[in-house]
């Protein structure tokens, strides 16, 4: 994903191709990110990587809004977890076909989640 001067933005963005990538393959999204029990799949080399290299992508999102002294008091690492668990959450919540989210609302819920994640990582 390209990065602009607005890291902030850069992480909603980021989290929103997170829920597109979801909604667009389904089923690889449970295969790579939610399947942790089946052996034959985490003995598989793209799939064991697949997960890591997409949270180092994440990860360097959140990095950029430490240097940009966004981030206050939560470190880079506890950052990225709120932030996986954000996007995973609503990613599966819409997955289910739960009305949680409905499917006409899901990018403005995801939106304004990852937006109020990201004000409040500057909160005390």
Do not use: W, Y
Not at 94 to 109: F, K, M, Q, Y
């Amino acid at each position: 994903m390209p990065e602009t001067s607005a890291p902030d933005d850069d992480l909603i963005e980021a989290g929103l191709a997170i829920r597109e990538f979801a909604l667009e393959h389904p089923s690889l999204f449970r295969v790579v990110f939610r399947n942790t029990a089946d052996p034959f799949m985490r003995s598989q080399p793209a799939v064991r990587s697949s997960p890591a290299r997409a949270l180092d992508v994440l990860k360097a999102k959140v990095a950029r809004l430490a240097a940009a002294g966004l981030l206050g008091a939560a470190g880079v690492e506890e950052a990225t977890v709120h932030s996986r668990a954000l996007c995973d959450g609503l990613a599966g919540l819409e997955l289910g076909g739960t009305s949680a989210i409905p499917a006409a609302d899901g990018e403005r819920l995801c939106g304004a989640g990852l937006g109020a994640l990201v004000r409040g990582f500057t909160e005390p």
